[in-house]
């Protein structure tokens, strides 16, 4: 199981972090968001032992994801936030190394004001 939390209310410009704990060991990870009207994107991903990131090219230079594996737990720190940033914020994991996002978190909503 994937729990997401820390979304909010930010003015543009701001900050937030996003945590996603896990109920055991994951396999990569990553966060997606969804807009609404719009389909589910992909934000950024990491692989089991944090070695290796990659980011949406709208991410890229403000969201910084990391995962703490003694926790269980990743995380998605926001910089710089931008009203297209508005979106509910899901935490996947990978059901099997190179495998797709198999597991899911409920979402957390940010908002960003302009």
């Known amino acids: 199981q994937l729990q997401a939390s820390g979304g909010g209310l930010v003015q543009a410009g701001g900050s937030l972090s996003l945590s996603c704990a896990a109920s055991?060991?994951?396999?990569?990870m990553a966060w997606f968001r969804q807009a609404p009207g719009r389909e589910r994107e992909f934000v950024a991903a990491?692989?089991?032992?944090?070695?290796?990131?990659h980011y949406a090219d709208s991410a890229r230079g403000r969201f910084t994801i990391s995962r703490d594996n003694a926790k269980n737990t990743v995380y998605l720190q926001m910089n710089n936030l931008k009203p297209d940033d508005t979106a509910v914020y899901y935490c996947?994991?990978?059901?099997?190394?190179?495998?797709?996002?198999?597991?899911w978190g409920q979402g957390t909503q940010v908002t960003v004001s302009s």
């Open positions: 996947a994991a990978r059901g099997v190394v190179g495998g797709p996002y198999h597991y």
């Open positions: 055991g060991r994951t396999n990569g």
């Open positions: 990491i692989t089991s032992s944090g070695g290796s990131t």
